[in-house]
């Protein structure tokens, strides 16, 4: 193990650079975790992936699928950074980890984060779009203006048809499911990944609201709805059922329907986003648990 400086996770806002930072800092630190590029976004900014332990049986975890929900992607890499301090400290999480593995994409879409954080000048070709939309902190989508969490292919069509009595009928920074189902390479990553990998179970990290949300369809694996309780009990979150423009496209909807394991949305966070980076302690404190209780899930 090489010293490095020990992060302190709640000083800056995880924008690209940052997020690149602790990144680099995580693979130096602990030989035994691996990084790649997933993909690339809409802007070609990269999308990397993290993988602990068992490649053969692991769980997704995923976050910062909507730009002002960066603080999604702060806890995942928190998260990873403590569990390997534990890998390396505590045989028990040493033997865990070859029984199971993480898989973890801390910011599915980079390129809306970077707009929430910094502005029109983060939009590179789509500046004019962006500028034109406006209120660019709360922006949500990817760089083109297309919701990632709306262009999953579940109830696409459905979804699309709310999308339009509601007056979204284009790019916008919030809710357009974009012009057909996978459109958008950052969705197509995500996708293709899970066809590849066969994840146990997979978790997207959403803000805010303190829900977590398992259900979806028929399909509905029939643990989904005890794994949420159990969740909400060790977090205070609530389980919840999703309602309006919530309901379908998005990629826990996808993971249920296509695959028929165990989704789940979490909305970390209560108030208004994007939620402070002041925030970030208590939330992280809050959600830990339930952190660790997914690691141990049951991987058939
Ligand atoms: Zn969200």
Request: glycine share 8%; with cysteine.
């Amino acid at each position: 193990m090489k010293n490095l400086e020990k992060i302190v996770f709640n000083s800056e806002t995880p924008d690209e650079k940052r997020r690149k930072t602790i990144i680099e800092n995580i693979i130096v630190k602990f030989e035994f975790v691996e990084s790649k590029i997933l993909s690339k976004s809409v802007l070609n900014r990269e999308i990397p992936i993290i993988y602990i332990g068992n490649k053969e049986k692991s769980i997704l975890l995923t976050g910062a699928y909507h730009g002002m929900e960066w603080l999604t992607s702060l806890v995942l890499l928190k998260f990873i950074y403590d569990l390997c301090e534990k890998i390396q400290d505590d045989i028990y999480y040493k033997n865990l980890i070859k029984k199971r593995g993480l898989a973890i994409v801390p910011c599915v879409n980079p390129d809306g984060v970077e707009i929430s954080l910094k502005g029109e000048n983060a939009s590179g070709e789509y500046k004019s779009l962006v500028e034109k939309i406006g209120e660019v902190q709360s922006w949500q989508a990817n760089a083109r203006g297309v919701d990632i969490n709306h262009n999953f292919n579940a109830g696409w069509e459905d979804l699309h048809r709310r999308e339009i009595e509601m007056g979204i009928t284009g790019p916008n920074r919030t809710r357009y499911g974009g012009e057909y189902p996978e459109s958008e390479p950052e969705t197509q990553a995500i996708v293709n990944l899970c066809r590849k990998m066969n994840f146990g179970y997979a978790f997207a990290f959403h803000s805010q609201g303190e829900e977590i949300y398992w259900e979806y369809s028929d399909k509905t694996p029939s643990q989904s709805l005890e794994i949420a309780q159990k969740m909400a009990h060790l977090s205070g979150y609530t389980v919840s059922f999703p309602k309006g423009l919530a309901v379908g496209g998005g990629f826990k909807d996808w993971f249920i329907n296509e695959l028929g394991k165990p989704g789940f949305t979490i909305e970390i966070g209560k108030g208004k986003n994007p939620l402070p980076l002041s925030d970030f302690n208590q939330i992280y404190s809050k959600i830990e648990k339930m952190l660790y209780y997914i690691l141990e899930l049951d991987i058939s």
